[in-house]
């Protein structure tokens, strides 16, 4: 049989590079057998991967450079895009690219793409939504996902939101099969050769840091998944295991995929940052300080109040029983989640504030 060809985009990236390692260690036969590239911005990180693992590697312009984009996704089979959740055009370069393949090549191919629970998250302070999003959602009921999706889009239109419903829709257009992977809080050291931080907790402490006190927004009770980035490289490996395998895999607008195993509180965030900042000499205080959704914006700098809010004070529950019928199996439970936050202070150290 031919190889098979798989494209990796944002290997320089917490995701990506974790994925990457992932895919380059897998016991799949199937995978093994593949040809791995990666899509990168530098000739720098095009090295560092060429030389450590032997992968082919493209340089390319960035999200705006979608001629090469759909150019490099035409000479691929599957196609890992973990850059970002935001870039639509990106995401529409790809799945076009995919289906210039599937029409010279004759067969099936695979998009799968990146994405966040923040879409999904509610709206406590600005009451954005009239209808709010509730309860847990699962990977198996996709239909009240992409309801809430369309429905909360229509209310605020939001990058990631827009950007999966175009994944689903070009995907349905070009005839290629699309898969969501949605991630909550993605923890853990990274495992690629560049950035091996994520964004939420090493955000709150370094705002900690500078302010000498960590803070929650309003009452802390939202409550959000966590998923160790090991354990999510491993769920990307699985699943395009299965798909080279020819296991048939709920895509297009069955196809959103949760990758979480527990929940927590952002009060429980926030007390565990306060708590290994305090112990390691880092806070003047382990008390934590109550602020308004605006106070956390500017602190943030994010300029946006529907960001902060979604991604750190929202409610977004989810549940991965889809997932792990795959063959996922995710090996660090909650209490790992709650014991990081030294490591993340760590981490966030030893890179500098
Ligand atoms: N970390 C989480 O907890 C989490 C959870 C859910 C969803 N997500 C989403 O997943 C995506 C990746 O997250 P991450 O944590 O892996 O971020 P990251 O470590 O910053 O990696 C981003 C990757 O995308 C590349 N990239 C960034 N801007 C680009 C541009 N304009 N053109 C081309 N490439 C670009 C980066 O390349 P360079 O190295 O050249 O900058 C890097 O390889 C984001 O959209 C994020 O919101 C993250």
Redesign the pocket.
């Known amino acids: 049989m031919v190889p098979k060809r798989i494209l990796v985009?944002?290997?320089?990236?917490?995701?990506?590079?974790?994925v990457l390692k992932a895919l380059l260690n897998s016991p799949s036969k199937a995978i093994q057998e593949s040809e791995i590239s990666v899509?990168?911005?530098?000739e720098e990180?095009a090295r560092v991967l060429k030389e450590r693992f032997q992968v082919a590697t493209i340089v390319?312009?960035?999200?705006?450079?979608t001629e090469t984009i759909t150019n490099v996704a035409s000479k691929h089979d599957v196609v890992v895009h973990?850059?970002?959740?935001?870039?639509t055009g990106?995401a529409r370069a790809l799945i076009t690219g995919l289906a210039k393949r599937k029409q010279a090549m004759g067969y099936q191919v695979q998009y799968i793409h990146?994405?966040?629970?923040?879409n999904i998250g509610n709206s406590p302070y600005l009451g954005l939504y009239d209808e709010e999003p509730s309860g847990v959602f699962t990977d198996d009921n996709p239909k009240k996902t992409v309801a809430a999706l369309r429905r909360m889009n229509a209310a605020f239109s939001y990058e990631?939101r827009e950007t999966d419903l175009a994944v689903i829709e070009t995907g349905i257009e070009q005839g290629v099969k699309t898969y969501i992977l949605?991630?909550?809080?993605?923890?853990g050291e990274?495992e690629?050769e560049?950035?091996?931080?994520?964004?939420?907790v090493p955000k709150m402490i370094r705002s900690a840091y500078r302010e000498g006190q960590v803070w929650v927004i309003g009452d802390g009770s939202g409550v959000w998944n966590h998923v160790h980035?090991h354990d999510l490289g491993l769920l990307y490996e699985v699943f395009v295991a299965r798909l080279l395998e020819g296991v048939v895999i709920p895509h297009g607008e069955q196809g959103i995929f949760f990758t979480e195993n527990g929940e927590h509180s952002w009060n429980e965030v926030a007390n565990g940052i306060a708590t290994t900042g305090f112990e390691l000499g880092k806070l003047k205080t382990k008390e934590v300080r109550t602020i308004s959704l605006a106070e956390a914006t500017a602190e943030l700098g994010w300029g946006s109040k529907m960001w902060t809010e979604s991604g750190f004070a929202s409610t977004a529950r989810t549940s991965g029983t889809l997932a792990r019928s795959l063959g996922w199996k995710p090996t660090r439970p909650k209490e790992d989640f709650l014991e990081h936050f030294r490591d993340e202070w760590n981490a966030v150290i030893a890179k500098g504030f």
């Open positions: 985009t944002g290997a320089s990236g917490y995701i990506g590079g974790t899509l990168v911005r530098t990180q390319f312009n960035g999200f705006d450079d973990t850059a970002s959740g935001f870039a990106c990146t994405s966040g629970t923040s990631q949605m991630s909550a809080d993605i923890y990274g690629g560049f950035n091996r931080l994520t964004i939420q980035v």
